[in-house]
């Protein structure tokens, strides 16, 4: 049935017909199927691996409404750099601080759920020799497939499908996703999952302010998530000193330019 689905979907698209809820929801059931998959197909093979999880999704979004997607990934590079470097500033910042009030929350009622975060993330831990390559491939796979994947289609999709509906909680429904896509992190740190839960949607609530006011640029969406996984793979296999404060450093500059540009609009409205 699923297959005959995305048979349908596929016939409907390649007539250049519109989008559909159908066409939406075969490619989430896509996405999800591919970042759950990798927890229950076993094999050991990287590129495997990254052909899963990436290469399905963005074949099947690519076919559905790739062109939507790609016509504006590049335009408005300055509008999405302003607003991308001070949403990423202010949400990462709203983030740490509910990530901060979760930890304060669960050391009071059940302390013992706090020792999972000291377990080893088998994502970001890998060995040293593949380190700086896991730090490239944060800017060259990682940033714009997910970027593409989540703010390109998931968001995208959402603000053609239910244009009814505020953008913020549209943004906010698919940040929710992207984290859900994440399940690996409550495998592996249980309750305590929700202390990074909060920071992925916090990254994804900042991707899709920028998607939405360039009008559709993943360009610096794909670059600051990609900078943002690159700083977590020093951090956890290179140097924690260095990692942490190139997070700072980027959370820091956002802020920043947010204050910035806000003061500079308020600067207008008085005169």
Known sequence: MILYSLHCVLQETAMGQPVTKRAYLIGLAVIFFAAYGQYFI???DLIANVLLVYGLPIFIISWISGKTIIRRAFQNNRVALKYGLGSFGVFTLAGTLAAAGIFAALS??????????????????????LA??????????????????FRGFVFGGLLRIYQNHHWLFL????????AGAHLYYFLIYGMASLIPFVEIVAIGMAMAVTYYYSGGNLLI???????????????????????????????????????????????KRLF
């Open 132 to 149: 700086w390559m896991m730090v490239a491939a944060s800017f060259l796979v990682i940033g714009p497939a997910e970027e593409y994947i």
């Open 42 to 44: 076993v094999h050991t």
């Open 171 to 178: 943004a906010f429904v698919s940040a929710a996703l992207f």
């Open 108 to 129: 009071a009622f059940d302390p013992s759920t706090l020792k999972l975060l000291h377990r080893a993330n088998p994502v970001l831990r890998v060995s040293p020799d």
């Open 221 to 267: 969406p794909a670059l600051l998530h990609g900078a943002f996984d690159a700083a977590g793979f020093i951090a956890s296999d290179i140097s924690p000193q260095i990692g942490i404060a190139l997070r700072q450093l980027m959370i820091l500059t956002g802020v920043f330019v947010a204050f910035g540009f806000f003061t500079r609009r308020r600067r």
